[in-house]
């Protein structure tokens, strides 16, 4: 008999780690009255200017907010933070969802959902602006910075064998300025902007990849999902629109 109950005691506990949901539900959010989003800062998808974040995901946290219909509370984790979410481990204590110009993949989506896109990008390389990199041909050997744990970091190993990994995209910036690296893979969305803005950088004529940026969230919030999904496609060609046009 004892070993009988052993049996189904172990049984049970295994169901219950497999049925088990991490994450606010959309009511839980309404009735808390506030959704908890991380951001990583990421000029012009989250920066702060005059005291006040800005940027095309701080406004889509925004409007999501507003559609639920509570308080929006933004923290500012970082990147390495944010992965959190695509790690089966993570029980989304700190947070409900997650932005961070968060590429959609397979295999993040197996451990996570995510929204709709409401971004499309790709990779490109950015280098300085007096150097003699001129194709992405002539990059193999040489110093490339990426980010770490992302998709930046998988292209950039097809580059070279000298990867030089970074915690954010602005580090990555210093690095090739100060000779630390001599180009960087990163979203092409973010780098056309760069570009724009400091002549001291610029982009070799080549995307790597297609991409969509997304919403993270925990896995069977369904009703969530479904919300966010709507307040994605309503908003997101105005938002290009206004950041990138």
């Known amino acids: ?35 908890k989003v991380a951001l990583d800062v990421t000029e012009p998808f989250c920066y702060e200017e005059e005291g006040q974040l800005k940027g095309l995901e701080v406004d889509m946290a925004n409007a999501i907010a507003e559609a639920i219909g509570v308080k929006l509370e933004i923290s500012l984790p970082g990147w390495e933070n944010i992965t959190k979410a695509w790690d089966p481990n993570y029980d989304w204590s700190d947070f409900d969802i997650a932005m961070g110009a968060i590429t959609i993949t397979e295999e993040r989506a197996k451990v996570c959902d995510f929204s709709d896109w409401y971004f499309m990008s790709g990779q490109m390389v950015i280098v300085p602006k007096d150097s003699s990199i001129q194709s992405p041909d002539q990059l193999k050997g040489r110093k490339v910075a990426a980010l ?21 995209v602005d580090e990555g910036y210093e690095k090739l300025l100060n000779g630390e690296a001599d180009a960087m893979v990163y979203d092409g969305g973010f780098l056309q902007y760069k ?28 009703e969530l999902k479904a919300v966010i999904d709507e307040v994605v496609k309503k908003n997101r060609k105005e938002l290009f629109e206004k950041w990138f046009k």
């Open 195 to 222: 570009v724009k803005k400091d002549p001291r950088f610029r982009l070799l004529d080549e995307n790597f990849t297609r991409e969509r940026y997304g919403v993270a969230m925990p896995k069977n919030t369904s």
């Open 148 to 168: 770490k744990a992302s998709v930046c970091e998988d292209v950039a190993s097809q580059l070279t064998d000298q990867i030089v990994l970074v915690s954010s």
């Open 1 to 35: 008999m004892r070993k009988v109950l052993s049996v189904l005691c172990v049984v049970f506990l295994s169901l219950l780690m497999v049925s088990q949901v991490y994450g606010a539900t959309l009511k839980e959010i309404q009735d808390r009255g506030v959704i």
